[in-house]
């Protein structure tokens, strides 16, 4: 059975800025998460940000992160961030997400 994927709007806004070979990866790396979505790697505590429960599908030859959020209960991954992996950008940007509440 496979798992819904769901950008939520800051996601989808980083997915949308994406240059169009950048996005095509994306686009197959995000199809992998709907019948694996567990293919990731688990953060945790990561630099100094807490990403616990989160994890990190990397893409476009390690430079790119997708973070998400599996919720096995709704059979859903929850993407809250796409983006560059250089200086944790990523990781940072989707931190100061969770803290807001998504």
Not at 23 to 34: I, M, N, S, V, Y
Not at 35 to 44: A, E, I
Not at 45 to 60: E, P, V
Request: aromatic residues 8%; hydrophobic residues 35%.
């Amino acid at each position: 059975m496979q798992y819904e994927v769901v950008l939520i709007k800051v996601a989808q806004d980083d997915y949308n800025g994406l240059d169009r070979t950048i996005k095509k990866q994306a686009k197959a790396q995000l199809g992998k998460l709907t019948v694996s979505p567990k293919l990731g790697r688990t953060l945790g505590k990561k630099m100094g940000l807490d990403l616990t429960d989160y994890r990190s599908l990397h893409f476009y030859g390690n430079k790119y992160r997708i973070v998400y959020k599996v919720d096995d209960g709704k059979r859903r991954v929850i993407i809250v961030g796409i983006g560059r992996r250089e200086r944790a950008q990523i990781y940072e940007a989707v931190t100061r997400r969770v803290g807001r509440g998504l």
